[in-house]
């Protein structure tokens, strides 16, 4: 038996006290994508630091082929769309723990939401474009 806020004896439970708090479903989701996304733009972040540091004096012809080699463009692509990916899942962890108004909240996920979509669309486009020859 637990003691209460007012001094008296409570029957219930820990567990019986946290039933009805909120769902426990989602977070292991987000948790998951979370480590997903930071190793995935983690390894694609090395390979173009590796790429970008052996080439650092090419000129502009040099590395508009690097791009443009089919492996590189993959990687660059699967970067940018981590990196957003990730960012987005981050900021949104931040709206939930900080913006307590839900108008608030739901307008600054909506914006992290399309910013994030608009600059991984504009970063695979322009990836394409280089790597397509345009």
């Not at 939930?96 to 695979?124: K, N």
Request: hydrophobic share 55%.
């Amino acid at each position: 038996m637990n003691t209460g806020m007012n001094g008296g004896m409570e029957m219930r439970t820990p567990l019986k006290r946290a039933r009805g708090l909120g769902s426990a479903k989602d977070g292991t989701h987000h948790f998951i994508w979370q480590r997903v996304t930071a190793i995935a733009t983690g390894l694609s972040g090395l390979w173009l630091l590796g790429m970008l540091l052996a080439l650092r004096s090419a000129d502009y012809a040099v590395m508009h082929a690097l791009v443009a080699d089919p492996v590189n463009a993959a990687v660059l692509v699967a970067f940018l769309l981590g990196m957003f990916w990730h960012a987005r899942l981050g900021l949104q962890v931040i709206v939930e723990d900080y913006v307590h108004t839900p108008l608030t909240a739901t307008l600054a996920q909506l914006a992290i939401l399309f910013v994030c979509a608009l600059a991984a669309i504009a970063g695979v486009l322009a990836v394409l474009r280089v790597a397509l020859g345009s």
